[in-house]
């Protein structure tokens, strides 16, 4: 079944010649030009991934990525330009999945996106038991998060990565192993979209309760915990 796919990107010669090759490799493309459209019809069509750029007319990318964070819960990917790390880590914080350095080499963004579309289905396919790790019950068939009677409310990626972290419930999951299963590369030692995705996944697990989840191994990577400890 063809994905459907969002562009929203100011500069019309690249939105058109992305949405070609996106096209000619079978997605179903629509385009948006600023910000301000781009809500309207990811609220509508809730498209299963969204290539979003930050520099746009009406909303920028970032006031586009926290609006819809609100209603929609697919994976969004941000276009960022080479020296941009402030916008990049920004976007990261507001509920972005993921970056790509502009210029956009359109077979990299290909790659990219399937990646993380691939990701997504692995983890529909998976096997849907329900996950009961003290006050945390995951049910990944549903992606139904809860802590205590809590409803959390995750994003694709913060869902994704509590999912990998539940896979080794009181063991460390080395930070090298994180990125490469969910932004498929090894870790460079630099790389800090991961480290912005535990702490947006903690504080949104710790919102209602006083139990500390997730704990970070200085040096080594993530340990998802049973135990209740105060914060």
């Known amino acids: 079944m063809s994905k459907d796919i969002l562009i929203v ?25 600023n910000g301000l459209d781009a809500v309207t019809i990811i609220d509508q069509h809730q ?31 941000m276009l960022t330009a080479l020296d941009d790390d402030v916008d990049q880590m920004l976007g990261l914080e507001l509920g972005a999945d993921d970056y790509i350095i502009k210029p956009v080499q359109p077979r990299l963004l290909l790659t990219r996106i399937r990646t993380i579309l691939r990701r997504i289905n692995q983890n529909g396919c998976q096997n849907n038991t329900i996950i009961n790790a003290g006050e945390l019950h995951i049910d990944p068939a549903n ?6 009677n809590h409803n959390v409310d995750l ?6 990565l509590l999912l990998l972290l539940s896979q080794e419930i009181g063991q460390v999951v080395d930070r090298n192993v994180i990125v490469q299963e969910l932004r498929g590369f090894e870790y460079d030692g630099f790389d800090r979209s991961i480290d912005r995705r535990i702490s947006r996944l903690r504080k949104k697990l710790s919102a209602d309760s006083k139990i500390e989840l997730i704990k970070t191994i200085r040096g080594k990577g993530y340990q998802l915990c049973t135990g209740k400890q105060s914060l």
Do not use: Q, W
């Open 9 to 33: 990107e100011d500069d019309i010669e690249l939105a058109a010649l992305v949405n070609d090759y996106l096209t000619k490799n079978g997605y179903s493309v629509k385009v948006s030009h």
């Open 47 to 77: 498209p299963d991934i969204v290539i979003l750029d930050i520099m746009l007319p009406g909303k920028n990318g970032n006031e586009v990525c926290r609006e819809v964070r609100n209603f929609y819960h697919g994976p969004i990917l």
């Open 143 to 148: 992606r139904v998060v809860k802590v205590g």
């Open 155 to 160: 994003t694709s990626a913060e869902f994704e």
